[in-house]
């Protein structure tokens, strides 16, 4: 039976605090989780060529670093729209005394902006001249 006021004792209060510092944790874990075995697929796809006396394809050995450009864009527009929703959310309710938090997404994600747009600029000049 649900209790309106269970977060009100201490275990509901450690519970949450738990889950919440914990989910970081989690996110790191599976996301290195999931690069190492990229890694070991990567290492035993050049191992099963070895062995069949084949050529490890030049790709296979070196890492290619992700080109940052767009990424700055579709980071920087994210977190922009993401900004104007906590805003506008927080100002639709009754009390919006946290208004406030939706400034640092909003700003982060001009500081993205700004910096595609710097980034894309340089690259353009460096074309025609």
Same mark, same amino acid.
């Given at each position: ?10 275990? =509901?209060?450690?519970?949450?605090? @738990?889950? !919440?510092?914990?989910?970081? *944790?989690?996110?790191?874990?599976? /996301? ?36 940052? =450009?767009?990424?700055?864009?579709? @980071?920087? !527009?994210?977190?922009?729209? *993401?900004?104007?929703?906590?805003? /506008? ?41």
């Amino acid at each position: 039976m649900y209790h309106p006021h269970a977060l009100d004792s201490g275990l =509901g209060i450690v519970l949450v605090l @738990i889950v !919440m510092f914990s989910m970081p *944790l989690a996110v790191v874990f599976v /996301v290195l989780r999931h690069r190492r075995r990229l890694v070991e697929l990567k290492i035993k796809t050049m191992l099963d060529l070895a062995q069949r006396g084949a050529s490890v394809p030049y790709e296979l050995l070196i890492e290619t670093p992700h080109p940052s =450009g767009h990424s700055d864009l579709r @980071i920087g !527009m994210v977190l922009t729209c *993401l900004g104007l929703g906590a805003l /506008v959310f927080a100002f639709t309710l009754p009390q919006h005394e946290a208004w406030g938090l939706g400034f640092l997404p909003l700003f982060t994600g001009f500081g993205y902006l700004i910096t595609w747009k710097l980034n894309s600029g340089g690259k353009a000049r460096a074309s025609n001249g």
